[in-house]
């Protein structure tokens, strides 16, 4: 796309066991667990990286422990009621378990992974039909609007109505331009970020593209470069506008 510096290319999840959390979200996904720099990498069984048609999972070693709600998470697909149940019979078999972050009464089912990971196993929509496994990764922010303008750069992504079962609070929904993929859908939510996510996106410019260039389009969009303890990495660590944090990996 015109203009459009980089585009999504991981999921990035921090681990206190990232073998162990790759174990899961393989078997939860039925995806593939491959060893990656620096982590672990779950992506579906002959997935050529990188495409839209899914978005890898890594997992990397982090020593400090959780210790509030993530603000990043993935929603699951599911096809049917009798699907949904399973599905939820069957994560909790592979370790997941119930939690409660005051949703109420829902018609999806929030559960945590083993490192109590928040994510949703969603009611049959037709909307995420086309998906694969992972329906959405999901982002509170505090202005669904203004946010979506800054991730259609960063990632890539154009926008596709509101989001499912918002009840009208002003969600985002955000998808590859060629319709594939799952969505990223930013989602209002009160409360003002208290720490570093633990869940955060990658994205990267096409190979033989700027890394620099892309990395200074996106600050004057409104990013900002933060310190995380990354230490000297090829790649840069942005805050966006709202100030969650991402990196800009080098071109792929």
């Not at 290319?9 to 393989?26: K, T």
């Not at 089912?109 to 928040?118: M, Q, R, S």
């Not at 996510?197 to 892309?214: F, I």
Request: charged content about 20%; proline content about 10%.
């Amino acid at each position: 796309m015109a203009g459009v510096p980089t585009r999504l290319v991981h999921c990035v999840i921090d681990a206190a066991d990232p073998p162990r959390l790759a174990r899961f979200w393989s078997a939860a996904l039925g995806w593939e667990p491959a060893v990656g720099d620096p982590g672990e990498v779950v992506a579906p069984s002959g997935y050529e990286y990188p495409d839209p048609v899914a978005l890898p999972l890594v997992f990397v070693p982090v020593a400090e422990p959780k210790t509030a709600k993530n603000r990043l998470h993935l929603d699951l697909a599911t096809e049917s009621a009798a699907h949904q149940a399973a599905e939820v019979d069957r994560l909790r078999g592979l370790g997941a378990a119930l939690a409660d972050v005051g949703q109420g009464d829902v018609p999806w089912v929030v559960l945590a992974d083993p490192e109590g990971n928040e994510f949703c196993v969603l009611d049959p929509r037709p909307v995420y039909r086309d998906t694969g496994p992972v329906a959405a990764i999901v982002a509170d922010c505090a202005d669904p609007v203004t946010l979506a303008a800054f991730w259609e750069l960063a990632a890539g992504l154009v926008r596709s109505g509101g989001v499912p079962g918002d009840a009208g609070e002003g969600g985002v929904a955000l998808r590859s331009p060629h319709g594939v993929g799952p969505y990223l859908e930013l989602l209002r939510v009160p409360g003002a970020k208290a720490a570093k996510n633990r869940m955060h996106l990658d994205v990267a410019p096409s190979a033989g593209e700027d890394h620099l260039a892309a990395v200074q389009l996106l600050q004057k969009a409104g990013a900002v470069p933060i310190d995380v303890g990354q230490g000297d990495v090829p790649w840069a660590v942005l805050a966006d506008p709202q100030g969650g944090e991402f990196c800009v990996l080098t071109p792929r």
